[in-house]
């Protein structure tokens, strides 16, 4: 689901379907089950994902693993304009009609430390994407690090999605309101859209938690994995799935409040009701890296 500069294409809670749990993190288990006009996206729905269970240990493993693996560089917004479509990132100005706030370019800033501040509150919500500074390509493995907000019904955070807007592949990391981390691909199947999606950490509240997460993607031999804090926690293969994307990606990463009118949003993703007075959600991106060798975090 993607509003771009050609045309909305709007593919809303169909039903979903999960992909396999082969290399799954230890311990769990995944039950089957503006003015200026320019590209668009947000990370799209995942409707009616399947879920993964797990102890409260499980999620512990998880937390903060790196083994050895190196640190992310810092978001690269050096050359970052308002309108600049050359630079390598954008972040967006213009109205969000999947809610009530506005996509609002001031609400991206660079800290002194080199860290990303994404900031949503009553005036607006963030939005970075990759532009034309940063080619899109079919292989690699791409990651952020990332300090969640405070996750809240109705909201959606995605730290990392990746993205084509000709064929509107898609394949995302997203956090539904307080009710999981959902992963899913979405592609098209002769002309109809496919959403493929699992729902990890089901009921878990990782507010404020520091977490990398990574998506490898190898279209030549046919699989795309996702990654948390360098444990492998879902995987597609395009043998065993309803369909597989096929084209160049740019990355994205972006938060969100959900139209709380919208019966298939609140389904997805709870009501959303507004922040406190004066509240504001801050999501911190601290490193953004890609490895066109795909090679894995550990």
Known sequence: MRTSSAMVTVALLLAGCGGGSEGAAP???????????????????????????????????????????????PLDLSDMRLWNWGGKWHASEWGNWMGPLPWKYDHVSKAANGDVVMKLDSGGAPQLQAMDGMPPVA?????????????????????????????????????????????????????????????LFAGRDMSGERHRFGIKVDQTNGYVEMYLDGYRVHRWDRSTSKGFVSRTLRPFIEMWAANPDDGGFVGWVGRWTGLADKETLTMTVHGYGYNPTGKTPI
Not at 160 to 172: G, N, P, R, T, V
Request: glycine share 8%; aromatic share 6%.
């Open 139 to 199: 292989t690699g493995m791409w990651e952020t690090e990332v300090t969640l907000p405070k996750l809240k019904d109705g909201l959606v955070v995605a730290p990392l999605w990746l993205y084509d807007a000709q064929s509107s592949d898609e394949i995302d990391f997203e956090f539904a309101g307080r009710k999981g981390l959902d992963v899913t691909m979405h592609v098209k199947v002769n002309g109809q859209m496919q959403h493929m999606s699992s729902r």
């Open 27 to 73: 311990g769990i288990n995944i039950v089957p089950g503006a003015v200026a006009v320019a590209p668009v996206p947000a990370a799209a729905p995942a409707p009616a994902p399947e879920t993964a269970q797990g102890s409260p240990e499980d999620l512990e493993a998880l937390r903060y693993i790196k083994r050895g693996a190196a640190s992310l560089p």
